[in-house]
């Protein structure tokens, strides 16, 4: 499906149901389990597509459901706090034994959840981003990724992200089936570029006064959280998952960072792409930005 000649390691690709995913997900068997996942009434779940604000907004959730509790450096870090949900580490069974509200991570499309998510009366907040940050994003994360270790340039990358050969893809595929869900379910789809504006304590039901949102709103700020071990990702090079040679994990948190890697004719090739692929119906992004 992809070059191999762009990866340093040995990575597959497969498609599933009109998404594509990476072989670990594919050849563990999970995705055939997860129609038998429970969600319950008081999970509270993160949905996204890769590269898209997922652990600002899974931290900004942790903290307005423990009493606005800050993690720091001896916290537990992020994934245990707030398990993958498809990924083998740690597996839906031991996310199933969790007892208590569970906290869940997924970048599944909505058309793949485990079917028990509509009658559940769970929490799922959609965090999406202007696809061209995330194009840029993703590129560094699959160069920071020791189990992918792209060294294709990013022109190289852009072509595969609109030819729908990266993880998650397609793109837009993926966003829609999170717009069709909250016509008949209470999910909340919040956009990276207005997420500061997005009263997330109300979709969750969570009074705060106002600063006790600004302590939530300050301990999330891109800086905190690059700083603090337990959400930054770090320990990841440590355990070899990631190349230390290739930046961070949170590497700048800005809007608009696509300026900084679009030639004139990449953005030709994805104004073309986005006029094809882009619904009519969901959010239009602010390209601009």
Not at 123 to 151: A, E, G, Q
Request: net charge neutral; hydrophobic share 35%.
């Amino acid at each position: 499906m992809v070059d191999d000649n762009l990866f340093k390691s040995r990575i597959s690709l497969y498609r599933y149901k009109g998404f594509i995913f990476p072989g670990e997900i594919i050849l563990s068997g999970i995705l055939q389990e997860l129609p038998k996942f429970q969600f319950r009434e008081n999970d509270v779940i993160v949905a996204s597509f890769p590269k898209s604000g997922t652990t600002w907004v899974q931290e900004i959730v942790y903290m307005l459901t423990h009493n606005l509790e800050k993690s720091d450096d001896s916290s537990e870090v992020l994934e245990t706090r707030f398990p993958y949900l498809e990924y083998p580490y740690p597996g839906i069974k031991s996310i199933a034994k969790q007892k208590g509200q569970r906290h869940i991570k997924t970048h599944l499309p909505a058309t793949i959840l485990p079917p028990s998510f509509v009658s559940s009366g769970a929490k799922l907040i959609y965090i999406t981003r202007n696809p061209k940050d995330t194009i840029v994003s993703y590129w560094h994360f699959v160069r920071l990724l020791s189990t992918v270790s792209f060294i294709g340039s990013f022109r190289e990358f852009l072509q595969l992200f609109l030819s729908d050969k990266v993880p998650y893809g397609p793109f837009y595929d993926h966003l829609r089936t999170y717009f069709d869900l909250q016509k008949t379910q209470n999910v909340l789809i919040i956009t990276y570029e207005d997420l500061k504006e997005n009263p997330i304590q109300y979709y969750l039901q969570v009074p705060v006064t106002d600063s006790e949102a600004f302590d939530v709103a300050v301990a999330t700020t891109f800086r905190s959280m690059s700083e603090n071990k337990s959400v930054n990702y770090e320990h990841w090079k440590d355990i070899g998952f990631a190349n230390k040679n290739e930046g961070k994990f949170l590497r700048k948190g800005v809007v608009g960072d696509w300026k900084n890697y679009f030639t004139p004719e990449m953005l030709k090739d994805f104004e073309s792409w986005r006029i094809k692929n882009e619904p009519d119906e969901i959010c239009k992004f602010k390209n601009n930005l």
